[in-house]
């Protein structure tokens, strides 16, 4: 009776490679100088004064940027200010990521109190916008909130990294690879370590479910920048994310 052909060694080696090839992808990791003090809140290199100048940068916390005309964002549940967690200025980002923001710059906000669950990327305690810069900054320090404020980390560019999906194992059988060729390539996993930090990554970092979120006009997101622990900044160990659509929407994920 004949019998199904085992793969050769070669041939596995070849199958693992093509899988691993096609899972690679570029991402952008930031240069990150963390500023931390408020009494003498001044940045060494720039001599930025927090909460007052550094409102026109891209970085992580701190000041939003704010013009006469743009209001500082408030909760849609409990209507307090929202916190900035991150903004970024689209020509400091690196170029093949420009093209997914159409205004100059993108300011993701959360509530500490009230953010978004696993199941809404939408909350209405979280908030992802785009603003023109065309009119001067005014940014408003939030009375009895300057201690948020202090706290920031300038991106002052993004490294190329080679990228893998976080949950590699969980990959492999979402993309059905037989046992053998994903044990094999769990056994000697990419080059590389796994990036855990913040990124600019369309790889999912996590699997847990729901493994895909939809957006408001039903078409599933996919990941655009990973915050990952940002304890320092939004006050606690969770992990955001921030989702795009092709249509243009951007959300704030918290997991
Ligand atoms: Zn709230
Ligand atoms: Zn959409």
Request: charged share 25%; with cysteine.
């Amino acid at each position: 009776m004949p019998t199904k052909p085992r793969p050769d060694a070669a041939s596995k080696k070849s199958s693992v490679e093509t899988i691993l090839r096609s899972l690679e992808r570029v991402a952008f990791v930031p240069d990150l100088t963390r500023i931390a003090t408020y009494e003498d809140g001044v940045d060494d290199d720039d001599g930025i004064a927090l909460g007052e100048d550094d409102a026109t940068r891209s970085k992580l916390g701190g000041a939003p940027y704010l013009s006469a005309t743009v209001a500082h964002p408030l909760c849609g549940r409990c209507k307090e200010p929202l916190q900035l967690t991150v903004q970024l200025l689209r020509r400091d980002l690196p170029e093949p990521w420009q093209a997914s923001v159409a205004s100059d710059l993108l300011q993701a906000f959360w509530c500490r109190e009230c953010h978004g669950n696993n199941d809404d990327a939408f909350s209405k305690g979280t908030l992802v916008r785009e603003v023109s810069m065309d009119e001067p900054c005014t940014t408003r320090i939030v009375p009895g909130d300057e201690d948020t404020w202090s706290i920031v980390s300038f991106i002052r560019g993004w490294q190329p990294h080679p990228d893998f999906p976080g949950a590699l194992e969980d990959e492999l059988r979402f993309m059905k690879v037989g046992a053998a060729i994903r044990n094999a390539i769990l056994e000697s996993p990419p080059d590389g370590e796994v990036l855990d930090g913040v990124k600019l990554s369309t790889w999912r970092r996590w699997t847990s479910a729901p493994a895909v979120f939809k957006c408001k006009c039903r078409l599933p997101m996919s990941w655009w920048l990973h915050l990952g622990e940002l304890g320092p900044t939004i006050g606690d160990g969770h992990t955001l994310g921030v989702l795009s659509c092709t249509c243009g929407l951007k959300a704030l994920q918290a997991d």
